[in-house]
């Protein structure tokens, strides 16, 4: 076989490319032709969001506040917190409140440590339930299926397992274990006990409102688990710096539970504090107790002593100056007597070294440094003055000092009764109304935010993933071949396709069809760049090649042919793929003999020419496909068919097989004139693009241009699209 003729080509190497401009309109192309990812990720989002405000339980918040006033010592108007520095009694208070003194009494009274609830079916059963109450804001059970369970002691080995209770007939009931298996059978109103795993086992149910057969779950926690879960949920702070009021708040799935609970926890801290206060004073009374009668009898001491020195030397005043030391000396000695017996009660409790003791130490000396400056000053007296100087400071003191503890001990009986504390409560919490979560306008917002966040997030990663390339300037610079055509997707022909896979219809070409398509625009506009690319070519032959399956070269060649074949001229298409060809389900045939059986020398060449419904038209279909498509497309009646026909066409287009699956198309391609690679739109990589022109010049084809198909039209505008120009007709 000789072949013809044919230049030497030369190619360029490609030119390195560096592309690190951020195209804002890149980016907004693909978030545009991504918008349908984007809005099914929001729309699920919103979904899922409301999904969850419908199975969510709502929680509800109750609060109640409580007054600190501040603590004074029992000892008249000493108060000892003066002696050290800042206020620690609010948050003293307010550790209390969260201790398990006062919790577990809480827990114990309102029996916190069971738990019972419906059994309702997963997920949405809760919820449905709730509706078919007709209140939505609450959580506990409706009227039908009511429980109270006010006593339940189980084995160690239940504690914290989930039991089962099912209602049976005429207020009985039966008891199971997680495993169902048999506990006990009971009535309600009746405490019922066994032997459950060799340990006694009580239950006492109070009231059970339920149709036979309904099911509850019923369970008991340990007391330090319910006090913990308790204290996750309380909370408590200070209503401003300083301000002594306490504002308790807990929330939960019941709103009657809630408001009870932060009740019964204010009503129980403020009567552990009258508690306290009540024991403290009981103390401090029993130590006046023992002073009172000390002070009395040397108060009367001090005056019988007073009198006698009066009638002995007749009535002496003090002068002014001696009276002003009179009154400083006993004031100094009433605070020292003071110090001095709260000493001696704080001694009752602590040890010298302790912080308190100290600084009652200190405040002591203090006041003797100043008592013997005052001493000093009363010597240089006259006798007289001194003695009754003396006799009167005694008397005033013990006087005061008796008054003072006689009013204290009065007030600590007071204290004693149990009716007295430091703290109050000043308002106590109500049942609410509205729930605090969820909160479903915030959870609807989020939604969306997160949804159409996250479909962005996929649109990039979508695109990235790809790693294909549309830039028709980037294939240009990369393998140094010029784009001729960029190719719009065409929801007519995916109408086309979907007929002819379904066999809905016989044939159809969307040239034919659909003439102010804008992708036969495009193919328009690529028959306009052949007519003066290809006038240096050796015969007027044009292989349609890609570089894998299903780019749209079937596509491609019949609606160019088409196009061709409207101006007049005699268009030849021969679908040479002899693996997959389908040419013929384009153009309404049945596959019947064809190129397969004129190169095997079956058929002779007039045989395998099928006139077309398009006027000069003509098309060479695949034939019966054979076992070996490359060796028939290497023998000499191949090259002899193609040279007979470019004398009788003006144009013969053939549709290849992919390049880099099999070498059919380097075969074809070293016969045709010139050779037109089909890119399917983002879906080659560079590498791939660079491995087929690499390909094709290795075997000595032809490659002049590449066209660019199923261009997304909308992402395309703002994106890659920049490099397609459109135009329409307006119809009148």
């Known amino acids: 076989m000789t072949s013809a003729p044919h230049d030497v080509r030369t190619y360029a190497p490609a030119p390195e490319v560096y592309d690190d401009e951020i195209d804002l309109g890149d980016l907004v192309g693909v978030l545009i032709e991504n918008r349908w990812l984007i809005l099914a990720i929001t729309f699920l989002a919103v979904l899922l969001g409301l999904t969850y405000t419908f199975v969510a339980t709502p929680i509800y918040k109750a609060d109640a506040l409580i007054q600190v006033e501040e603590k004074k010592s029992g000892l008249g108007d000493l108060d000892i917190n003066t002696l050290f520095e800042g206020d620690t009694s609010t948050t003293a208070e307010i550790e209390i409140l969260r201790s398990r003194l006062v919790l577990g009494e809480v827990v114990d009274n309102l029996n916190l440590d069971i738990t019972t609830e419906p059994n309702h079916f997963p997920i949405f059963g809760a919820a449905l339930a709730r509706r078919a109450c007709g209140d939505t804001r609450r959580s506990a059970p409706c009227a039908r299926q009511q429980i109270q369970v006010d006593t339940l002691n189980l084995p160690t080995p239940l504690i914290g397992q989930q039991l089962t209770l099912i209602a049976g007939p005429t207020n009985n009931f ?3 274990d997680p495993e169902n298996n048999h506990l006990l059978t009971g009535k309600v109103g009746v405490l019922n006990q066994t032997i459950a795993l060799g340990e006694p086992l009580s239950i006492f149910v109070a009231k059970l409102q339920a149709d036979e057969g309904d099911e509850f779950h019923v369970a008991r926690q340990s007391k330090l688990e319910t006090i913990e879960d308790l204290q996750a949920l309380l909370g408590i702070s200070e209503k401003g710096k300083g301000s002594g009021i306490l504002a308790i708040s807990l929330q939960g799935k019941n709103p009657e539970d809630v408001r009870q609970k932060v009740n019964e926890i204010a009503n129980v801290y403020v009567r552990q504090n009258v508690d306290q206060k009540s024991a403290e004073a009981q103390k401090t009374l029993a130590f006046l107790d023992e002073q009172l009668p000390v002070v009395k009898r040397e108060m009367e001491i001090a005056e019988v002593a007073l009198n006698a020195y009066r009638l002995e030397k007749g009535s002496v005043d003090l002068p002014l100056e001696t009276q002003a030391i009179l009154e400083t000396i006993v004031a100094i000695e009433s605070q020292l007597n003071g110090l001095q017996q709260e000493r001696d009660k704080v001694m009752q409790g602590f040890t010298s070294a302790h912080p308190m003791v100290i600084a009652l130490d200190a405040q002591i000396e ?25 006799l009167v400071r005694d008397t005033e003191v013990n006087t005061v000092l008796y008054t003072s503890l006689l009013n204290t001990a009065q007030e600590l009986r007071v204290v004693k009764a149990g009716t007295v504390g430091n703290v109050r409560v000043v308002d106590y919490a109500v049942t609410p109304y509205e729930s605090v979560k969820p909160k479903k306008i915030v959870i609807l917002v989020w939604s969306i935010l997160l949804g159409g966040f996250v479909g962005v997030v996929a649109a990039f990663l979508r695109k990235a993933l790809q790693s294909g390339v549309d830039d028709p300037e980037l294939i240009e610079k990369q393998i140094n071949v010029p784009v001729y055509a960029t190719i719009l997707h065409s929801k007519n022909q995916d109408r086309i396709s979907a007929n002819l896979k379904s066999n809905k219809a016989i044939g159809g070409i969307l ?25 240096d070519v050796k015969n007027n032959c044009i292989m349609i090649a890609g570089p894998s399956p299903s780019v749209g070269k079937s596509f491609v060649s019949v609606n160019l042919a088409a196009i061709m074949a409207s101006t007049g001229k005699k268009v030849l298409v021969i679908d040479g793929d002899m693996r997959r060809g389908h040419l013929h389900q384009y153009l309404g045939l049945e596959r019947r003999v064809g190129l397969s059986d004129f190169i095997s020398g ?7 020419l099928y006139a077309t419904t398009i006027p000069g038209l003509t098309l060479i279909p695949t034939g019966y496909i054979p076992p070996n498509p490359s060796e028939l497309l290497l023998h000499k009646r191949f090259n002899n068919c193609l040279s007979v026909l470019t004398s009788r066409f003006d144009h013969i287009i053939i549709d290849s097989p992919p390049i880099l699956a099999v070498t059919d198309a380097t075969i074809i391609g070293q016969l045709a004139g010139a050779c037109l690679m089909v890119l399917n739109a983002s879906r080659h990589p560079m590498r ?45």
């Open 688 to 732: 791939e693009i660079e491995l087929s022109a690499q390909r094709l010049r290795q075997a000595d084809v032809n490659l002049r241009g590449v066209i660019i198909n199923d261009l997304e039209t909308q992402g395309r505008q703002q994106g890659a699209g920049k490099y397609n120009y459109q135009y329409s007709y307006a119809k009148t």
């Open 366 to 390: 203090r006041w003797n440094g100043e008592l013997s400056e005052l001493n000093e000053q009363v010597r240089e007296l006259p006798n007289t003055q001194q003695e009754v100087l003396r």
């Open 602 to 608: 079956e058929v002779p060449i007039g045989k395998v």
């Open 174 to 176: 039966e008891l199971q």
């Open 511 to 535: 040239a034919v069809e659909n003439p102010d398509d804008m992708a036969i625009e495009s193919l328009r506009n690529l028959r306009t760049a052949l007519h003066f690319g290809m006038m």
